[in-house]
């Protein structure tokens, strides 16, 4: 899939914001836990989300999907072995689907997670876990064979060798239906972790949370419950950081988890743009350039992974340069590629990124990964002349109605093919 975006220098409208990507996936796979109905509402029409739908299909759960009212009712059958291997590899949330396997006791093969490979993204700490519960897992021709031996009703405490957002909720769906208590230590407390652990609680987990550690008391049976997702931070962001990068603005964000974002909107504020928040609503109004900021992306509460390549990019319109540090990440840096071939003024060294006030020339941008496709979005608006994007599904993934909400906001984007 190919767009065409033009260049523009004041954007107004009005965006409203989608149930979050990162905490769906981990929801709807909370559903392998109870025989009972799990309703979610507020559901992303996202690609991602069918793939997840069609995965859990794959395994045994009924799956009604209502678009009109964004509603999901899951339902578990007699869960069985992935048949089609193929779903795995399209994406990184497949990884909780290996989690609900190895929580109903099943042997099971799989192959590795896909997603979005702007690094190395190791699944080595999942797997520690699963070894821990007594899973025997072999690896041969990149397929991963998991083999039940007697479970373990020990006391398990588990340290996290590093905050690991996918690997914490792996360890939930598995330790909520011990007979025994786990200790999570170092565990990610990212806002979809905590939300995830808000619905199993309501299902009837027993989860309490004491600093950066998890206590989790096994219970015998989990019940169906109903949850809103929560409103896209990243998504949220990736508007805000828009209409921070264009030379003026005046957008308003409706339907934004404030508390979520604290991190950034104080870097909203440091980059010198006027940002007024009323209850859910975000307003951001542009009128001066930015400023350089300095900032270091790393683990919840501080600025989000996710958001530090379209920040890059915001970062080329600003008078006085910037460094940007990916503390989760350091090597999430395909958006380089696509500023340099713009001839913007960026520098990758010593895993720090180096970004000075750039001219941006039009291009024909490939969208890498999914941050880097919304970051070529900035790139083609900040640009001289009419830009295409390349491989462009990739952000369908994670933004839903993307090329409707962009042109709310009067920017000229279209499918070219
Ligand atoms: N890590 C390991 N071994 C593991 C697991 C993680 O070394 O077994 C390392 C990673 O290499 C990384 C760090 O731990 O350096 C944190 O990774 P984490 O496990 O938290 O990432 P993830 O669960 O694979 C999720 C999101 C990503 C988001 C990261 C960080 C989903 C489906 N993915 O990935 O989202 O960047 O957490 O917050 O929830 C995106 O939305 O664009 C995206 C990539």
């Known amino acids: 899939m190919k767009i065409k975006v033009e260049p523009i220098k004041f954007i107004n409208g009005t965006v409203t914001i989608s149930g979050s990507k990162n905490t769906i996936l981990p929801l709807m796979v909370c559903s392998m836990l109870s025989k009972e109905e799990v309703v979610l509402n507020n559901v992303p029409k996202i690609s991602d989300v069918e793939v997840m739908k069609s995965l859990l299909k794959d395994i045994g759960i009924t799956i009604k999907h209502d ?104 360890i939930l769906y598995t330790s909520v239906l011990r007979k025994n208590t786990t ?25 309490k949370i004491y600093n950066d550690t998890i206590l989790i008391k096994g219970v015998r049976k989990l019940k169906g419950t109903e949850f809103n997702v929560v409103s896209d931070r990243i998504e949220a962001g990736s508007y805000m950081l828009l209409a921070c990068a264009v030379d003026k603005s005046d957008v308003i964000i409706k339907n934004v988890d404030c508390i979520y974002l604290s991190e950034v909107i104080e870097t909203i504020k440091q980059l010198g743009v006027n940002i007024k928040i009323h209850e859910n609503n975000v307003r951001i109004v542009k009128e001066y350039p930015t400023k350089g900021v300095n900032k270091k992306a790393s683990y919840y509460p501080m600025f989000p992974t996710d958001l530090q390549q379209i920040l890059t990019v915001t970062c080329l319109n600003s008078i006085t340069s910037s460094v940007i540090v990916d503390e989760v990440y350091p090597e999430r840096i395909s958006q380089i590629k696509e500023i340099k071939k713009a001839n913007g003024k960026v520098m990758y060294k010593d895993k720090k990124i180096y970004i000075n006030h750039s001219n941006i020339n039009s291009s024909n941008f490939y969208a890498h990964d999914l941050r880097c496709g919304f970051a070529c979005i900035i790139l083609s608006i900040l640009a001289d002349n009419v830009s295409t994007i390349e491989n462009f599904e990739i952000v369908l993934r994670g933004y839903e109605d993307i090329l409707d909400k962009l042109t709310a906001l009067k920017i000229k984007i279209n499918l070219v093919e």
């Open 67 to 170: 678009y009109e009212k964004k509603q999901l009712i899951l339902k578990k059958e007699k869960i069985k072995k992935v048949n089609n291997l193929d779903l795995i590899k399209k994406i990184r949330a497949s990884i909780y689907v290996i989690g609900g396997l190895v929580a109903n006791r099943i042997n099971f093969k799989s192959c590795y997670p896909g997603g979005c490979s702007f690094s190395d993204r190791p699944i080595n700490y999942h797997l520690d876990f699963f070894k821990k519960l007594k899973y025997k897992i072999t690896i041969k021709n990149n397929v991963l064979y998991f083999k039940k031996t007697k479970s373990n009703s020990q006391l398990i405490k588990y340290t996290l060798p590093q905050k690991s957002l996918g690997a914490t909720i792996n």
């Open 183 to 207: 200790i999570i230590e170092n565990a990610s407390l990212e806002p979809e972790v905590l939300e995830v652990i808000k619905m199993l609680n309501l299902m009837g987990a027993y989860i």
